[in-house]
């Protein structure tokens, strides 16, 4: 299998997730970096190609443009505006909607015909428009959804605890954004239901935490960038490695025509399915909740 990886945009996502990808073992054979400022993606290769001496991966870096996605297997979009403090997610619509149009039909001219993979905000709205611009199968665009914020809840859960976070069984669902829920009612730690060791006002508060991490990171360093870093290159993995890995991601809902998070399962040919999640009444209003936000942005765009 092809391990060709093409990142555009090399601000502190993109680069942390290039960074990321460097110390896995076996993950990417060539890595491709594209930004609107070439000399900053000519400096960033030299600085990843002289990590390789000490690396675990053997791969090969440099800084490239749209006609290096032809023959990739993945192309992950990390441009586009940050999120600053005071906005949310939802504020960066209108930054980020031009600038996705012009990459994404840039990078299918070259006859790209990969995964995309979406790490820019707002994350689900951002996915449906990649979708949209690309006109590909829906199972090959997918988007970071609620990695993050899974990944997010599981450490502190794991912390509160004393567990690790690996043994943390937990999903969060929904808008990558401020309407996300986490689905209690199919939370485990081992092989026991989270009831069994959280209260539900514990459960409240890490909810809101998890919810309010971006917030708090922003307002103490100005941008969030490791743990979506991570995440890219953990779902990166699960494709590159036809793993048929079941990971929280932006995929297409069929029904309600856009992208939302949902476990999926994810391999070699990108979103295999999503994975079905008996919700409680509850947890199904907060679903929907989520699609009418996600959806009532899509419209305000497209009209």
Known sequence: MNKKVVVIGCGNVGMSYAYALLNQKNSVHELVLI???????????MDLNHCLAFSPS??????????????????????GSNQKV???????INKNA?????????????GFNGIFLVATNPLDVMTYITYKYSKFNP?????????????????????????SPKNVHAYVMGEHGDSEFVAWSTATVGLNNINSFLTEEEMQDI????????YKIIEKKQATYYGIGMCLARITSAILG????????????????????KPAILNKNGIVKSVYVSLTPSE??????????IKKTIEGLEN
């Open 35 to 45: 930004d609107i400022d070439n000399d900053k993606a000519q400096g960033e290769a």
């Open 58 to 79: 053997v791969m090969h870096i440099k800084a490239g443009t749209y006609s290096d996605c032809k023959d990739a297997t993945v192309v992950v979009i990390a441009a």
């Open 86 to 92: 005071g906005e949310t997610r939802m504020d960066l």
């Open 98 to 110: 031009g600038i996705f149009k012009s990459i994404v039909e840039s990078v299918v001219a070259s």
């Open 139 to 163: 199972n090959k665009v997918i988007g970071s959804g609620t990695s993050l914020d899974t990944a997010r809840l599981r450490f502190i859960i794991g912390e509160k605890l004393q567990i």
């Open 207 to 214: 909810c809101l935490e998890v919810k309010n991490a971006a």
């Open 242 to 261: 036809d793993e048929n890995s079941i990971i929280t991601v932006s995929c297409y809902d069929d029904d309600n025509k856009l992208f939302i998070g």
């Open 284 to 293: 199904e209003q907060k679903m929907q909740e989520s699609i009418d936000i």
